[in-house]
């Protein structure tokens, strides 16, 4: 008997080491979180750990100051800690420069935790590569969700508060995918090649420039997407005379895998082939026209000097971002090209500057705060102003 009673509790120890969490360990749906701690950031407050929040429901947002898809969900977020402030806690965690969140929350109060992920513990403990990214913990605990935050409702916190059960779509995230390696396995020996593919769930999407400057490769994009690199037009000069739902990129089967490569004397035209031949490989076509629209008009401040260095080399480094343009020698139309690409005045930018040398730009703002993004500019010497203008527009059609 006392050998059955030694069995049943060496077997109870080892069921409890198997399904208990270890501090540190990855962890998913369903399993028992541990003890997460965070360094608060805004607000004084005694919360330091989710041992505080001990009968609690608590979201964790992972976010960054320069995802515009991230800011533009906080309002959301806001409004689900009003409603159930004595059941729900929603921290926003993000690994950038204390100084920088400090700014953030500063200009952008909300009721909810922001925490900073310095050493990137809890990125380790919920890792993803694309934020935003939720996680939903249960009053005992337990993670019940690894979703995007647009699954997660009024209705939802309901029901992890009465501890109803949930099913949300699960965002994994491929973070253990060599960007460095080639999809399409070309071999050195290559000389041309175009390649299309369907989607691929293993693969994130991005679009990787050869070094060579002979090829592209784009991973899991829209027929869109393709046409628009092709033919070098931001998604504000779109027109889609079609039905919308062949190109919709929630739907998976409108992604693909697309490679280019050309010959070396052929590299200078590398954009012209590319659209070449996806015009005469896809049943859907693109065109350009020219209409008028209204457009952002970046010009000369005759009120402020321009203050920009002209570049001193020929060999260009550029980093640039969603809060940010730093570049050791760029032309305005770059500039302009990258307010109208990366969507920060969301219209079509058109460079009348008249200037073509190309200057050093060390250009940065908190695009929570529009002041800085202007001051920014004005800072230069430029300016903007709504007009109308007849631009290129990238039209597709079938």
């Known amino acids: 008997l006392k050998n059955d009673m030694k069995l049943k509790t060496l077997f109870i120890i080892a069921s409890l080491l198997i399904f208990q969490s270890v501090k540190g360990q990855e962890l998913t749906v369903g399993d028992k979180a541990y003890t997460l701690d965070f360094e608060p950031l805004g607000a004084k407050t005694s919360i330091t750990s989710t041992s505080d929040l001990k009968g609690k429901v608590i979201l964790l947002d992972f976010w ?17 800690q009003a409603k159930f402030q004595d059941n729900l806690q929603i921290i926003a965690i993000s690994s950038e420069e204390k ?12 009721n909810f935790l922001f925490t900073r992920d310095g050493n990137q513990q809890m990125q380790d403990v919920f890792p993803h590569r694309m934020i935003p990214h ?10 019940v969700a690894i979703t995007k935050p647009e699954n997660i409702n009024e209705q939802v916190i309901r029901d992890v508060i009465n501890n ?29 090649a175009f390649d299309i593919q369907p989607y691929n769930p293993n693969v994130p999407g991005f679009t990787k420039f050869h070094k060579d400057g002979r090829r592209i490769t784009m991973h899991n994009t829209t027929i869109t997407g393709m046409y628009r ?9 779109l027109v889609l005379n079609l039905d919308e ?6 739907n998976t089967t409108n992604r693909y895998n697309v490679d280019i490569l050309v010959s070396p004397e052929d590299k200078t035209r590398l954009k012209e082939i590319f659209k070449e031949k996806l015009l005469s490989t896809l049943s859907i076509k693109a ?12 010009s000369l401040n005759d009120s402020v000097p321009f203050s920009l260095e002209q570049s001193v080399t020929e060999k260009k480094e550029l980093n640039s971002r969603g809060d940010q343009y730093i570049s050791n020698s760029s032309t305005l139309i770059e500039f302009a090209d990258y307010l109208e690409t990366y969507g920060i005045l969301g219209k079509p930018v058109k460079d009348e500057t008249g ?34 203008r007849k631009v290129e527009v990238l039209v597709i059609y079938e």
Not at 99 to 110: A, G, Q, S, T, Y
Not at 287 to 298: G, N, P, Q, Y
């Open 64 to 80: 960054a100051t320069w995802c515009g898809s991230c800011i533009v969900n906080m309002p959301h977020l806001d409004s689900l």
């Open 99 to 110: 100084d920088r969140l400090e700014r953030f929350v500063k200009n952008r109060p909300f």
């Open 134 to 143: 939720s996680v939903l913990i249960d009053k005992e605990g337990r993670v």
């Open 164 to 192: 109803e059960p949930i099913d949300l779509p699960l965002k994994v995230d491929n973070v253990a995918f060599d960007y460095s390696s080639d999809y399409f396995n070309r071999s050195d020996d290559e000389v041309e």
């Open 229 to 237: 690199e092709a033919f070098g037009m931001s998604s504000y000069r």
């Open 245 to 250: 739902a062949k190109v919709d990129w929630e």
């Open 287 to 298: 065109r350009k026209e020219t209409r008028e629209m209204e457009v952002i008009v970046l």
């Open 355 to 388: 200037l073509t040398d190309s200057y050093q730009f060390d250009f940065s703002f908190d695009p929570e705060n529009s002041q800085s993004f202007l001051d920014g500019i004005a800072k230069m010497g430029l300016k903007l102003k709504k007009e109308n």
